[in-house]
């Protein structure tokens, strides 16, 4: 089955769209709470952190020392993360979490076990916060990131602790992280290429529905599309470098490269084929491969990136600076309120308010409202449930289990829906040492979450991102940058292959990166008007240059090169 259309007339060149008035100044409410498609992967998060809890839990149940299972939990949760990693990459990357987890643990048993100050412990709260928020968003940990560390650290704050138990306290967090990291790798031997075949349907389907909104011309709806796949493919991309080298990598390079044609020439492209390919994807079936592309020599030269030095760390932690200054003010100022108010928690408030921090203030928001509704919702199903753990201590656990679960295979389609189960399982964990009020516990809650999100969204307000403009300017000039290089090796008569295919997909990385940091900049207040026509036309001219890439490359066999020199030029 061919995987070409023949050939169309070019569609008409829509003109440039009115710049977008800035959004940043709205508080949104329609959309906040709408209900999404699940994860594609929804359930291995969720079977992940039953299969890492239950075995601590139940032996801590046994043993009758159920207090300590604060502790086992910190090395448990970490099988929450790293689930679209390939595998090699997952083994790291699970290692780092759970020595980030103990030593977020660390700092805050030895601040409990030194002073009693609230006032003193809200602040080591609030400043853990913020680098945990720093670092995860630097190191682009993905889900559920910084929130469980910060719920872990905060809530070990006000455990009263002396020095000496210190050191056993750590170690039940490392046996139980080390359990968590064979939770995480363990569907490896059975599926070793999952997350990179995952990836690469993922950038298929993404392509496909960008073809079928170009060639129904939706206009924004077509715009959507394309960043949408864009996107797809970059991720597929960075989850490929990031796996083993071996045949199967190299065979799920054609598809991704299958899906940059999509999204460079949409009308060479069938999208039916695409998503074919993508459902052979599924299970541990051969890799399909494309019969329309060149020999792998003329056009994959992934190992350029390889070789490649990382930006380092203190670069991307720079310009999250204002995102960490927001959540150290907002948690601290959060956790006082709270002590003010006389509420025995504080370190709700403060994760309630370390929770919110989004790319801009108007996510913020969103993330407030869907916070409080969800945890608002929780504590009435907290209600309902707490009878039937007080059954049996083995009820509590299991219901605390069923919650686990419950809150990962919800909270992908929105995080208000998931909150719904997080709420009552905190509040369930708190009675893992003794039996509280139930009363008490609802109202505590209730007046940490207003407190939180209020105060939390507040300090948003107050501490500015003026470094958004200039992001969007450095985003700009990037993408202006790496499509005067492609074009460049477009225009030679000869260009080196693994060095135009290394220039495409740096091109589209830089377009992918402009458009998040222009959403992100949109939705921020008090800055500099954004120059929208100045990013509409850099994205459409890179989009056209990445074409004129694909065309070049003669990736699409028996297709003419019309149209080659018209796109290099503009």
Known sequence: MSSTTPQRSRPPRRPLPAPRKDPGRRLPLAGVLRLGRPSDIWFKPALSVIAAVAPPNLLLLTLGRLDLAMYTMAGSLCALYAHNRPYAARARVLAWVVLGMTGGLAVALLAASLTASPVVLVTVGALLAAAQKALCDATRLGPPGNVVLTFISSAALFVPQTLGQVPGHLGLALAAGGWAWLVGMAPGPARPHGPERRATAHALNAAAARVDAHAAGEGQGEDRARAAAAAAVHAAWQTLLSARAGETRRGLERLVVRAEIALAAPADTDPARLREWARDLRGTAPVPRPDDLVDDDELLGVDTELAAGRTPLRRRLGPLAPLAARTALG??????????????????????????????????????????????????????????????????????????????????????????????????????????????????????????????????????????????????????????????LVAEPRPDSAALDAARRALTAALVDLRATADAAAGEWWQRALPQERVVTAEQSGHRTLAATVRRQGLLLGRETRGRAEDVRR
Request: aromatic residues 6%; positive net charge.
């Open 331 to 488: 948690c601290a100022l959060a956790g006082y309120a709270s002590l003010a108010l006389g509420v025995g928690r504080p370190y709700w408030a403060l994760v309630t308010a370390a929770s919110l921090y989004q790319a801009n203030v108007t996510l913020t928001w969103s993330r407030a409202v869907q916070r409080v509704v969800g945890n608002v919702v929780g504590v009435l199903a907290f209600a309902a449930l707490v009878p039937l753990a007080h059954l049996a201590q083995a009820a509590l656990v299991l219901v605390c289990l069923a919650l686990n679960f419950g809150a990962e295979a919800l909270i992908s389609r929105n995080y208000w829906l998931g909150s719904v189960c997080v709420t009552p399982m905190a509040l369930l964990i708190t009675e893992f040492a003794q039996v509280q009020d139930p009363g008490r516990l609802v109202t505590e809650r209730l007046v940490d979450t207003l407190v939180g999100a209020v105060v939390g969204f507040a300090a948003a307000v107050a501490v500015t991102n003026r470094r958004a403009g200039d992001r969007l300017e450095s985003a700009l000039t990037a993408v202006e940058r790496a499509r005067e290089r492609a074009a460049r």
